[in-house]
């Protein structure tokens, strides 16, 4: 054995080639990410804090308020691959899993916080309608069908989560109220067809569709408007 041989230079060495692959696979796989996948990603968690907030609302326990904010995240989406006859979203990335489970530690940790936000649950589900009806029409488009089909995969993937949540915590499903949700997701598809037909660089027509979402939802409730209700006959009749 060399008894000038020195152990912590080849550990540095070693470290440093470690942490360079490290650092390569790191930035390889930021690289890999694409704009949607941002968008999905944050979509993802907006709804699932959406869901975790009503349901703490409602004094589920953790296990509970998890399964509620699972389902409003990724119970749009589902629905959408099974119709488009593709594989599951998220059985094919434990990320969106999760990301749920990130929501409930953030709404546990800043739970003080976000129950004096009176606007968080409505902040976080317009984000989440927002971003998930641009990933349900792209995710379309991509599988080579019309646009038209995309707005209604795309309201479908938007809406269904939260019908899917209202219904788990015992409430009249918001799509079915006077409010203007599942319009404002027509109104954002619109939008995208109209970019996409002007063949409108794609990020450009994401971001102005998820901001025709938005801007929808918000001054919609701001201003109070909605649709018209059906009635019944006889309240003619009185």
Same mark, same amino acid.
């Given at each position: ?13 070693f ?22 996948? #941002?968008? =999905?990603?944050? $979509?993802?968690?907006? !709804?699932? *804090?959406? %869901? /975790? ?18 389902a ?5 989406g ?22 749920t ?13 976000l ?7 409505? #902040?976080? =589900?317009?984000? $989440?309608?927002?971003? !998930?009806? *641009?990933? %349900? /029409? ?11 089909v995309?707005?209604v ?11 899917i949540?209202?219904?788990?915590i ?14 404002a ?36 409730v701001k ?16």
């Amino acid at each position: 054995m060399n008894d000038n041989y020195d152990f912590r230079t080849h550990h540095n060495v070693f470290l440093t080639i470690n942490n360079k692959k490290m650092t390569d696979i790191i930035f390889q796989w930021f690289k890999s990410i694409t704009f949607l996948q #941002i968008i =999905d990603f944050v $979509g993802t968690f907006a !709804f699932a *804090i959406s %869901g /975790i907030r009503l349901a703490s609302a409602k004094r589920f326990d953790w296990f509970g308020a998890y399964v509620v904010g699972a389902a409003t995240a990724i119970g749009g989406g589902t629905l959408r691959d099974v119709i488009l006859d593709v594989p599951v979203f998220w059985m094919h990335d434990g990320f969106y899993l999760s990301c749920t489970g990130f929501a409930l530690l953030w709404v546990i940790v800043f739970r003080k916080y976000l129950i004096n936000m009176h606007n968080t649950f409505f #902040i976080f =589900d317009a984000i $989440g309608l927002a971003l !998930f009806t *641009i990933v %349900g /029409i792209q995710k379309t488009i991509d599988c080579g069908l019309p646009i038209w089909v995309g707005i209604v995969m795309g309201t479908m993937t938007g809406a269904a989560g939260g019908v899917i949540r209202d219904v788990l915590i015992n409430e009249v499903p918001l799509i079915f109220r006077e409010e203007i949700y599942a319009m404002a997701c027509i109104v954002g598809g619109i939008i995208f067809g109209i970019c996409y037909m002007l063949e409108m660089p794609t990020m450009f027509t994401h971001l102005a569709c998820g901001a025709a979402v938005f801007l929808t939802r918000v001054l919609a409730v701001k201003y109070h408007i909605c649709l018209p209700t059906l009635r019944p006959e006889n309240d003619d009749i009185q």
